[in-house]
């Protein structure tokens, strides 16, 4: 399979995983959206920043799923891989307020991450706030 991670410029998370600064790509949900048990080892993720081309590639080492998480639960979480999903120590507090009420968490492990020759993708169908696909190929919503 193959995913496309839709990501906030400002957060710089792009740059940390061609950096080797990131390696795990979290998403923290209310409900469980994908790529909630579509992802799994040896998949690809594209990653594009929100309104931008898709630019850089990862091969998925593993992944590790929690349900039903509480506020101790993502703290024990963020201090565990915070450093290794791109949080400073000095932006902790924020990303905490931000992912407090969640109830799931995905963390997605990366490898081999590479710049790749830059492409736009059709996201019809996926919803204009789709921050995450799943396909098949990813040639299937490729722009040509």
């Known amino acids: 399979m193959d995913h496309v ?11 940390k995983i061609l950096g080797g600064e990131k390696t795990i790509e979290s998403r923290w949900y ?13 998949d690809n993720v594209y990653f594009k920043n929100s309104g931008e081309i898709v630019s850089v590639k990862a091969e998925v080492k593993k992944v590790i799923q929690f349900s ?19 949080i400073f120590k000095k932006d902790m507090s924020i990303f905490f307020k931000l992912f407090r009420d969640k109830k799931y968490c995905i963390l997605i492990f990366l490898k081999n991450p590479q710049k790749i020759q830059p492409f736009q993708i ?10 995450w696909i799943t396909v098949k190929n990813i040639n299937l919503i490729k722009k040509l």
């Open 5 to 15: 991670a839709i990501m906030k410029k400002e957060w710089g998370f792009i740059e």
């Open 30 to 42: 209310k409900n469980k959206y994908g790529p909630w048990d579509l992802i799994k080892k040896g």
């Open 68 to 86: 039903n998480i509480n506020p101790l639960t993502v703290k024990k979480i963020l201090e565990k891989y915070g450093k290794h999903i791109g």
């Open 122 to 131: 059709n996201k019809k169908g996926f919803g204009a706030m789709a921050s």
